[in-house]
């Protein structure tokens, strides 16, 4: 039957399901897109900030190699801590590096400071690293290997390096050897 404007309730039943459909339609498309985009974003953080912390802590590595200068601790808690000692004003100084809270962070104490995890600058949002030496069987402490994740599940995303270390191993007891006085720097015009 017809109504006042000449429209049959059977056609107006059709637009507003029309009109539902594509509400719908576009409900579920942004929906989905909008995970999909959270997704992607999740990832490329999780990748980038497990290379920012490899990167940061070979930077780290490499600039302490030398007799004592690197150190693998445990931390109270059982985490894995990178001890680098470096010396200021002829005194040792110990470089922390960590993982507490899901952050990885660093503290500079003197040799003789407990550490503080709470206190620690931060450098990147990872959820693990696993520190192990990693050189041949008669000289473990030769190399050192890095590996750092971050995500969980299939976004999981992790970094791994192995770093030769070029000085002496350290040994328990023995005092890291303190770097040269002085640097000796020719410029050639």
Same mark, same amino acid.
């Given at each position: 039957?017809?109504g006042r404007?000449?429209?049959?309730f059977?056609?107006?039943?059709?637009?507003?399901?029309?009109?539902?459909l594509?509400?719908?339609?576009?409900?579920t498309?942004v929906?989905v897109?909008g995970?999909?985009?959270?997704?992607?974003?999740?990832?490329?953080?999780?990748s980038?900030n497990?290379?920012v912390?490899l990167s940061y802590?070979?930077?780290?590595i490499?600039?302490?190699?030398?007799? &004592?200068g690197?150190q693998i @601790?445990?931390?109270p808690d059982g985490?894995?801590c =990178?001890?680098l000692?470096?010396?200021?004003? $002829? %005194?040792?100084?110990?470089?922390y590096v960590?993982l507490?809270?899901?952050?990885l962070?660093?503290?500079?104490l003197p040799?003789?400071?407990p550490?503080e995890?709470?206190?620690g600058?931060?450098?990147?949002?990872i959820d693990?690293?696993k520190l192990?030496?990693?050189?041949?069987?008669?000289e473990?402490?030769r190399a050192?290997?890095?590996n750092v994740?971050? &995500?969980?599940g299939?976004? @999981?995303?992790?970094?791994a390096v192995t770093?030769? =270390?070029?000085a002496?191993?350290?040994?328990? $007891? %023995?005092?890291?050897?303190a770097?040269?006085?002085t640097?000796?720097?020719?410029?050639i015009?």
């Open positions: 039957m017809r404007w000449g429209a049959s059977l056609e107006l039943f059709f637009v507003a399901a029309l009109l539902l594509f509400g719908i339609t576009t409900y498309l929906s897109g995970n999909t985009y959270r997704r992607v974003m999740e990832k490329r953080d999780d980038a497990s290379r912390a802590m070979t930077t780290q490499r600039q302490h190699d030398r007799t &004592g690197v @601790r445990s931390l985490g894995d =990178l001890v000692t470096d010396y200021y004003d $002829g %005194e040792p100084y110990e470089l960590y507490y809270d899901g952050v962070r660093e503290s500079l040799a003789a400071e550490l995890p709470a206190y600058a931060e450098i990147a949002n693990g690293f192990t030496y990693a050189g041949p069987a008669e473990p402490e050192v290997r890095l994740w971050a &995500g969980q299939s976004n @999981r995303r992790e970094n770093l030769r =270390l070029h002496d191993p350290w040994q328990p $007891g %023995e005092t890291p050897a770097p040269p006085a640097l000796a720097v020719e410029i015009p």
